[in-house]
């Protein structure tokens, strides 16, 4: 069942039914933006552009440039240049939420936590050992 929101871009009520997160309106004039953007980058000599560089001569928004590489719209094999900010550190990536070096950066850090954790289980598992000392009389 659909509900009721507001368009994040122009504010105005539409059905929201887990499609679009825009309005029809709206999603109309993005599809517009973006045939400019396709037709702009299906030239040879365009095709290794930057964001910046298509900015200038399309007049797109660097986030919508960013959501159509996101859904893959834009694809970043083709077009080499183009990519998404990393969720962490804001560089350029093609794939999922991080850039590889955050992604480097996490694996280490829960390879050194789980080494550290391993650590502490093994000193308190010694420390627990407890050793008898027998009290006979020889």
């Not at 083709?78 to 694996?107: A, M, R, S, W």
Request: glycine share 4%; with cysteine; hydrophobic share 30%.
């Amino acid at each position: 069942m659909a509900e009721v929101r507001n368009c994040p871009s122009c504010g105005e009520f539409f059905n929201y039914t887990g499609i679009r997160d825009i309005c029809y309106k709206c999603a109309q004039n993005e599809e517009e933006l973006y045939q400019v953007v396709y037709r702009f980058l299906r030239k040879r000599e365009n095709r290794a552009a930057t964001i910046e560089r298509i900015v200038e001569a399309t007049g797109v928004t660097e986030e919508l440039l960013h959501k159509w590489v996101r859904k893959n719209r834009l694809q970043p094999a083709v077009f080499p240049n183009l990519g998404y900010p990393c969720d962490n550190c804001g560089h350029l990536t093609t794939t999922g939420k991080l850039c590889t070096k955050c992604q480097n950066e996490i694996k280490k850090d829960l390879r050194n936590f789980e080494a550290a954790k391993e650590f502490r289980e093994n000193v308190s598992k010694s420390e627990r050992a407890t050793y008898l000392a027998s009290n006979r009389k020889k």
